[in-house]
């Protein structure tokens, strides 16, 4: 069964500095990957995702993740960190019907602080 | 293009009761899925409608239902509410036929007093 873990519930990081945020899957396929951020009263958008192909992913707002088959990992990371990227961060794989997306499982979530 | 709608943004319930919640998804988009949100137990997929058809269930008692119309706006109703129902109900819609992005509601806070 799929699954995926996100170390660390909080992390904290000052403006400038590079955001990392772990994610580990465990699949018995062939696993569609994907980064979510949620906003305060809001939903959840789209970061990133990777589905085949190029392993390093680059997604909105100058975030980017590498898929590694090998450690099981898809760590989100972004270079220079600012304050407005304060939110959740959740990690999920695809275990849908024919390829659909509609069923994801998430991750706890990571809470990132951005301090100035 | 507007976006995915849920009605009605916040529900205050008692114990017993049933709740309908609402759904409009983005315009030609044909998947419909459903999540609960919790602090404790974090998002958990309840199920996803394809033209009308449920394609997906997650892991939930049958007091959680849903269905599609024929216009992919989609209805999931709680039976029989428990206090451990209070979460927030996120909707998200996609065209359904591949990898695509899911766009997310802004969710529905149900409280059950």
């Known amino acids: 069964a799929q699954s995926v873990t996100q170390l660390g519930s909080h992390v904290s990081v000052s403006e400038g500095a590079l955001v990392l945020l772990r994610c580990n899957y465990s699949s018995s396929v062939p696993p569609y990957l994907f980064w979510y951020v949620q906003y305060p009263n809001q939903g959840l958008q789209l970061l990133l995702k990777y589905t085949t192909g190029a392993t390093l992913v680059k997604g909105i707002n100058g975030f980017e993740a590498e898929f590694k088959k090998s450690e099981t990992s898809f760590h989100l990371t972004k270079p220079s960190a600012h304050m407005s990227d304060a939110a959740e961060y959740f990690c999920?794989?695809?275990?849908?019907?024919?390829?659909?997306?509609?069923?994801?499982?998430f991750g706890k979530g990571t809470k990132l602080s951005v301090k100035p | 293009k507007a976006g995915v709608t849920q009605t009605p943004r916040y529900l205050i319930k008692t114990r017993g009761q049933q709740v309908t919640l609402s759904c409009s998804p983005i315009s030609g988009h044909r998947s419909v899925s459903w999540y609960q949100q919790t602090p404790g137990q974090g998002l958990q997929f309840l199920f996803e409608?394809?033209?009308?058809?449920?394609?997906n269930k997650g892991n939930f008692p049958g007091r959680f239902s849903g269905r599609q119309f024929s216009n992919s706006r989609s209805e999931m109703n709680v039976s029989t509410l428990e206090l451990g129902d209070s979460a927030l109900y996120l909707c998200?819609?996609?065209?359904?036929?591949?990898?695509?992005?899911?766009?997310f509601g802004s969710g529905t806070q149900l409280s059950v007093l």
């Open positions: 999920a794989v695809s275990v849908g019907y024919g390829g659909s997306q509609g069923n994801l499982i």
């Open positions: 409608y394809f033209s009308e058809t449920q394609r």
């Open positions: 998200a819609s996609s065209p359904g036929t591949g990898y695509e992005e899911l766009f």
